[in-house]
Structures are given as structure tokens and as C-alpha cells.
């Protein structure tokens, strides 16, 4: 089956938008330490370096189970800029549109409702927030979790056994997921894919765990436990997460229980260092591609969803978006200067410590290896706000208009200069 003409046009419409967005971000100087991270550590590899980055103080293969990713080494070794990372996120996540709609084909929905299931995926708070986020090893998740979808929905047992491999290779807690939705195969779809993708999430954990063991080395988790930290907040993430698929998922009635280490992950981990249950983080990846798929599947039973889907989706695009895109946002404004002092310090030749609040320049600069990233303190100020609410100050670094008086820069976002 293949995706419609309408969802390949929404794509490519996606992509072109937010690879513009986290162009503008990237040269305001907003991304976070992760997307350097991954920067440093592929470039260190194209160069024989290994995985060790200046973020985390060590090799990254041995906080994350990411072996795939060192398929973008020889991409990274010819183009070693954050902006080769950026445009490999933004496609991933617009590519699952396509094989979101192609599943929701082969369930049996009509050229319509599978259009409009992609196009919601698209628009759904969760997908934008990852397209606008930090690389990561998650954000391929929702493409790779819709083409095994679409493998198994075939009982195509090659194709689903390579892409449930690749999903392994991602990071280590994809064992724990592969081997449960592997398990629910085998009982009610196809035993031997089902045995199959067991099989190798137990294979790819007991090797992780050894691997890690032997090398004294353990990966960076948060915590669990029984209790449930902000309640309210996860509840509000999860009727902003199935909002833009007009809640159809939950005409699933029991078969939601096939969700339940996707949401346990997210309703009993300890506090973090942000919260993970927050709609545009790489932590929802995993969920929305089940969302996705499960409205997916609703369409096809019943076409009667997909026009309040179009329409819910829409809106929460609007409303809820974690990125530049909600209403009263306006994108970065970029202080030329300031990013070419950060990328000129891709040549420097002694070792430069960057400071979290500027930790956008470390992105930056991150394909050199003599560029580290201070470790964070709580007691150090001179962080920006989040997002630019002023649309005057925007045109006006166009050229269009003047510049708001008594205001000025602060990583992107202009700010009062009064106290």
C-alpha cells in the first residue's frame, strides 16, 4: 500500500517549514546540549575519535544503546554542522507521515481517512515537538514504528524482523517495548513475527547489559516508582496526546491495555530533569506512533472519525503546540554576530568551555572536540526566555519596521532593557 498523494504533499510541506524553523533556532543559538552531543559524538567517529562528546563527559554508546546511529557517521564526516542533523530529524518525522497513511491502507481505510490520519500525525503537538526539538535517538522512532506496523500488518517477516533490529539499535529501553508488542503478536496476529521480534529484543537486551556490566559503565535513566509525581499534568499530556486524533483510540476498549509500558513509562517515572510527560519532548515518541497507528486503525473501521480528526488536529496545532507555531509565538531573532563567534569556534585549537546558558554555541561548535559544555550549575543565572512574543521586533531584524524602543536581545528573544 502507499501513502496518498495528499499526505506526501502535507510532508513535504512539513519539512520545508520546520527545517526553516530549526534553521532560525540553530543560528539564534537555542538548541539544547543534545543535539552537540550527537554532533560531537558522530563526528568523532568519522574521525576515529569514538563517541566521547563534551556534554556528557564520556562516550555515548555507553549512556545509550545507539549503534545505529553510526550509520550517519559517514553523512556527519562529509557535512559536520548541527544543520546535517536538523534536516535528518525533520525528514524523519514527516517521513512517518507516509508510513502512518500506508498503514492505515492496509487496515482497509480509504484514500481519505488515511490522509487524514497522516495529516493529524503531522499536526499533532507531539510530532511538531519533536521535528522542532533536539536530535535525538527517539525521533526516528514514529517512522520506524510505522513501518514495522505496516511489515507486520503484511506478515511480511523479513521486512518486520530488519526494521524491529533497527528499532533495538536505537536505545536500550526499546527491548522492553519490542518484547511486549512482539509477545502480543504472537498470541493474536503471527506467531512467527511475533516469536521473531522476542526473540531479538531479549537477544539485544542481555548483550546490552553485558556489554554495559563489562565495561563498568551505566546508562542514563530516570527513576521509578509507584507513586505518582503531578498527576494533573499527566493527565493533561495524555488528552493532549489523543486530541488530534479526536480520541479515537480509545474505541479500542480493551486492546488500550497494549499501550500500558508506553504510558507506565510516562505516569511512574520520579521527576526528571524536565518532565517527561510534557507533549513535545523525544519522550513521547514512542506513544504518539502508537496513537497514530491505533487511529489509524479506528478510520478504517470507522470513516466517520476522520473529518472531527482533521478538524481536532487543526486545532490543537493552534493551541497546544510546544513550538514556534502556537498562536502568539513568532520565531527567533537571530543576532548575526553572535553565531559567527560560535561557529568560529569550530577552528580552535585549545580546549574552550562553553556555560550552560549559552549552551546554543556549544551546538554550534560541537564538531570540534576541544569544545566542552560546563557542567550545569543551579546557581549560575543568565538563561533566555523560552520563546519570542514579539512579532514588532521579529520584522523589524527583516527590515521591516523599526526596532521596539528600550528593548534587547536575549538568546533570540527580545526582552526589556528597563529592570
Known amino acids: 500500500m502507499k501513502p496518498t498523494r495528499a499526505v506526501v504533499i502535507a510532508a513535504a510541506a512539513f519539512a520545508l517549514v520546520y527545517i526553516l524553523l530549526d534553521l532560525n533556532k540553530l543560528y539564534a543559538l537555542r538548541y539544547g546540549a543534545d543535539t552537540g552531543t550527537f554532533v560531537q559524538f558522530l563526528v568523532g567517529e568519522a574521525h576515529g575519535r569514538g563517541s566521547w562528546n563534551g556534554a556528557e563527559y564520556r562516550p555515548h554508546l555507553q549512556v545509550h544503546d545507539s549503534w545505529v546511529l553510526l550509520a550517519l557517521v559517514p553523512l556527519m564526516g562529509a557535512l559536520p554542522y548541527a544543520q546535517t542533523l536538523l534536516v535528518v530529524q525533520v525528514l524523519a518525522i514527516a517521513g512517518a507521515a507516509l508510513a502512518v497513511c500506508a498503514f492505515a491502507r492496509a487496515c482497509g481505510a480509504d484514500a481519505r481517512g488515511a490522509s487524514v490520519v497522516g495529516i493529524a500525525y503531522l499536526l499533532s503537538p507531539s510530532a ?186 487543526a486545532l490543537c496545532a493552534l493551541f497546544l503546540n510546544d513550538t514556534v507555531l502556537k498562536l502568539g509565538r513568532w520565531p527567533f531573532v537571530v543576532d548575526r554576530a553572535a553565531y559567527a563567534s560560535a561557529a568560529a569556534l569550530r577552528d580552535a585549537h585549545d580546549t574552550v568551555v562553553i556555560h550552560r546558558p549559552n549552551e546554543g554555541a556549544y551546538v554550534v561548535a560541537a564538531a570540534n572536540p576541544h569544545v566542552i559544555l560546563a557542567k550545569y550549575d543551579p546557581t549560575e543565572t543568565g538563561y533566555c526566555p523560552a520563546y519570542n512574543k514579539n512579532p514588532r521586533a521579529f520584522f523589524a531584524s527583516l527590515g521591516l519596521g523599526t526596532w521596539p524602543p528600550d528593548t534587547v536581545l536575549c538568546g533570540g528573544v527580545p526582552v526589556s532593557r528597563r529592570p
Open 128 to 313: 511538531q515537538g519533536l521535528a522542532y526539538g533536539n536530535f535525538l535517538e527517539n525521533v526516528f522512532v514514529p517512522l520506524l514504528a510505522a513501518l514495522g506496523a505496516l511489515a507486520v500488518r503484511r506478515r511480511a517477516l523479513v521486512p518486520a524482523l530488519v526494521v524491529a533490529q533497527v528499532l533495538l539499535g536505537l536505545k536500550e529501553d526499546q527491548a522492553l517495548f519490542l518484547a511486549w508488542f512482539g509477545a502480543a503478536c504472537a498470541l493474536w496476529w503471527d506467531r512467527r513475527i511475533g516469536l521473531g521480534i522476542v526473540a531479538l529484543a531479549v537477544v539485544n537486551g542481555v548483550a546490552f547489559v553485558v556489554v554495559e556490566h563489562l565495561s563498568g559503565a551505566r546508562p542514563s535513566l530516570p527513576g521509578y516508582s509507584l507513586h505518582v509525581d503531578d498527576p494533573l499534568q499527566k493527565l493533561a499530556f495524555f488528552a493532549a496526546l489523543l486530541a488530534p486524533f479526536a480520541f479515537a483510540p480509545l474505541l479500542l476498549r480493551w486492546r488500550l491495555l497494549l499501550a500500558a509500558p508506553l504510558v507506565a513509562e510516562l505516569i511512574f517515572n520520579r521527576p526528571w530533569a524536565y518532565p517527561i510527560a510534557r507533549i513535545g519532548t523525544h519522550w513521547t515518541a514512542p506513544l504518539v506512533a502508537a496513537t497514530a497507528l491505533a487511529s489509524a486503525y479506528v478510520v478504517a473501521k470507522q470513516p466517520r472519525f476522520a473529518t472531527p480528526m482533521l478538524a481536532c488536529a
